[in-house]
């Protein structure tokens, strides 16, 4: 079940989502009205899960606009309740989009039986990236099967 909810995660790493530059201000205009003289970073973090909200895939699953803007709200609230005072680091998923990546390919060389060319090809990299995906799988796949040895 684990395996199915970071396949998720990844889809929803990898999904559509429009860049904050891009919207107009007509667009970010309820989450601007809303967090007006909260500190700026509070209002970032806020606009970026306002653009999430309103861009999610399926237009039932989209809240309107106020409602995204009070979702959004609520949720830069209780990040500030949950890490107020801290620096945290976040990250860019980097790691989650490369093994979210090597499991595609991996999927597709193994199940689908397609040739590198067309593997690299579907998922707009190079063939040489796709070998040394399936080489360090490989390499991972045998090491974990060998299991080691207890020498002392």
């Known amino acids: 079940m ?3 909810l970071l396949a998720d995660d990844l889809d929803l790493l990898a999904a559509a989502r429009p860049d904050l530059a891009e919207l ?3 667009q970010i205009a309820p989450i601007e009205a ?11 973090i806020a606009r970026s899960l306002y653009v999430t909200l309103v861009s999610r895939g399926e237009a039932a699953r989209a809240p309107d606009a106020a409602q995204a ?8 609230l209780g990040v500030a309740s949950d890490l ?4 945290p680091y976040i990250n860019q998923g980097r790691d989650m989009k490369l093994s979210g990546m090597a499991a595609r390919v ?3 060389i193994a199940s689908s039986r397609q040739d590198y060319a067309r593997v ?16 360090r799988w ?6 974990r099967r060998q299991g080691t040895l207890a020498l002392e």
Not at 69 to 76: D, P, S, W
Not at 138 to 143: G, H, I, M, Q, V
């Open 120 to 135: 690299a090809q579907l998922l707009s990299i190079s063939e040489r990236h796709v070998r040394r995906i399936e080489a």
């Open 138 to 143: 490989l390499r991972a796949e045998r090491a």
């Open 69 to 76: 803007a009070q979702l959004a709200v609520e949720l830069m």
């Open 84 to 87: 107020g005072g801290t620096q």
């Open 106 to 108: 991996i999927e597709l």
């Open 2 to 4: 684990s395996g199915d």
């Open 24 to 26: 107009t201000a007509e």
């Open 34 to 44: 809303r967090t007006a003289g909260w500190p700026e970073s509070w209002r970032d």
